[in-house]
């Protein structure tokens, strides 16, 4: 399974763009990147999924490079109701999942 | 999206008893379902995995016995605490996976359990 590694934590503020990178840099071949939103006391929530080149959605933006080691969370103007933990997954079917620390976005006014 | 329903949300029990957990995939059939458990400002740790109408795989270091898990439909899995313990209490998650070309996890809203 690929190892993911992102930021503990990052502070933005209201209104800005946040971008969170995770670097994986054993991906194999059939893996796809998928980001999740994690807020206290709540099950995860699917944000975003891609494989290769950018992938956009009502949410956010997934960029990944050609090598695909690593991959950035894209969040186009923040609130502070983005305040949550992000995780970023790497893997394909039939694989357990493995949760890393992800990242603690805590949004300002 | 696909929705996945954990109940309860919330339990309190005394200590030697047992808690079962539902969770249910409710508009997609999930051969996988996946159990988690996090504590407080910590990620999720995968506890298991069970597979439609066979035995869970439980991660190292997960009693079997003492968590029972059971995926008797598509749609169906459950986890019991047994003989819960106050160092069982934690935030349980349920996530249940839908293959559409590529792999989704759709999660519960997660159980807290609090052991007295």
């Known amino acids: 399974l690929a190892k993911t590694t992102q930021p503990i934590s990052m502070d933005s503020y209201e209104g800005q763009e946040v971008n969170i990178t995770c670097s994986h840099n054993n991906i194999a071949t059939n893996d796809y990147i998928t980001w999740y939103q994690q807020f206290p006391s709540q099950g995860p929530r699917f944000i975003i999924q891609g494989y290769k080149t950018k992938v956009t959605n009502e949410v956010a933006s997934l960029f990944i490079p050609a090598d695909r080691k690593s991959s950035t969370l894209s969040l186009p103007r923040v609130s502070l109701s983005d305040t949550a933990v992000y995780y970023c997954?790497?893997?394909?079917?039939?694989?357990?999942?493995?949760f890393g620390p992800g990242t603690r976005l805590s949004v300002l006014p | 999206g696909a929705v996945v329903s954990q109940h309860p949300s919330r339990v309190i029990c005394k200590s030697g008893t047992s808690v079962k957990i539902e969770c249910r995939s409710l508009?997609?059939?999930?051969?996988?379902m996946f159990w988690y458990r996090q504590f407080p400002k910590k990620s999720l740790m995968l506890m298991a995995t069970?597979?439609?109408?066979?035995?869970?795989?439980?991660e190292q270091g997960v009693e079997k016995d003492k968590f029972l898990i059971n995926h008797a439909s598509l749609t169906l899995s459950t986890l019991t605490v047994t003989s819960a313990h106050p160092e069982d209490s934690s935030f349980y998650i349920c996530s249940a996976s839908l293959r559409t070309g590529n792999e989704k996890l759709f999660f519960g809203s997660g159980t807290q359990l609090s052991v007295l």
């Open positions: 997954l790497v893997g394909t079917y039939g694989q357990n999942f493995v």
């Open positions: 508009d997609f059939q999930a051969t996988t």
């Open positions: 069970s597979n439609e109408g066979s035995k869970a795989t439980y």
